[in-house]
């Protein structure tokens, strides 16, 4: 018995097959769970001075502004627990975040109602595509807290956005701007052939079939 719980305790990725029947509908085709929590960005990891840091909106808004980060803390905060998708092929289920819904943020915003797509801008020269109707759902999040702790620095504090239903890349690390535009416009990774929506569930990992996605890559990077 207590062998078991310790060897379960050691085992970091399980595949599919072997995740508990109650979870399995919950990981999505060709992922593997992780109880660990990889690191993965492009270039280095930014440090700020909360003092200094800011959030600008712009584009298609009746007004640009910018936020701090204390305003942000002083809008209604939310808590949620979803699974988290990476198109390296790894998942991460009931994870716990802490944040702004953006949904409650929209209001202060003065989107203009042509406005249909959002580019999120964030360091270091990162940028990914979301419709904005899917930043609308309950789950997404301006996230600064994750399991109960404030974001570390390498997963993105002090805030990052969280889309829970699509690939991984497109919650934003070290965000900094929230762009309204009419029309979509491709992102960092959107436009280095991945797919433009990515929904996991339906594997929508590149924007043509003809790429693929290494089994293991993910190992490999750095953890939590
Ligand atoms: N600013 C920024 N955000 C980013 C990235 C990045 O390179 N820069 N990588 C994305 C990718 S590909 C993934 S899988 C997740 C990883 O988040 P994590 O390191 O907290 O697991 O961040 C996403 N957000
Ligand atoms: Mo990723």
Redesign the pocket.
């Known amino acids: 018995m207590h062998n078991k719980a310790e060897r379960l305790k050691k085992v970091t990725a399980v595949r599919k097959a072997d995740v508990a029947p109650g979870l399995a509908h919950r990981v999505p085709p060709g992922q593997t769970v992780t109880e660990r929590?990889?690191?993965?960005?492009?270039?280095d990891v930014p440090r700020y001075d909360p003092g200094s840091w800011s959030l600008r909106v712009f584009g298609e808004v009746e007004q640009e502004r910018a936020f701090g980060f204390e305003e942000l803390l002083a809008l209604p905060q939310t808590k949620i627990v979803c699974d988290i998708h990476?198109?390296?092929r790894w998942s991460k289920l009931d994870t716990e975040w802490e944040g702004v819904k953006f949904t409650d943020l929209l209001p202060l915003l003065g989107a203009k109602p042509g406005a249909k797509h959002v580019m999120i801008h964030?360091?270091?020269d990162?940028d990914t595509n979301v419709p904005l109707e899917d930043l609308l759902r309950d789950d997404v999040l301006l996230a600064h807290r994750f399991d109960g702790e404030p974001l570390t620095d390498?997963?993105?504090w002090p805030l990052?956005l969280l889309v829970p239903h699509l690939y991984?890349?497109k919650?934003?690390?070290?965000i900094r701007g929230i762009e309204f535009m009419k029309e979509d416009r491709p992102g960092f990774?959107e436009r280095n052939g991945f797919h433009n929506y990515a929904d996991p569930f339906e594997e929508q990992r590149f924007a043509s079939d003809e790429n693929m996605m290494p089994e293991d890559e993910w190992i490999k990077k750095e953890f939590d």
């Open positions: 929590f990889p690191i993965l960005h492009e270039g990476c198109v390296t964030a360091d270091e990162y390498k997963h993105g990052r991984f890349w919650s934003a690390k070290w990774w």
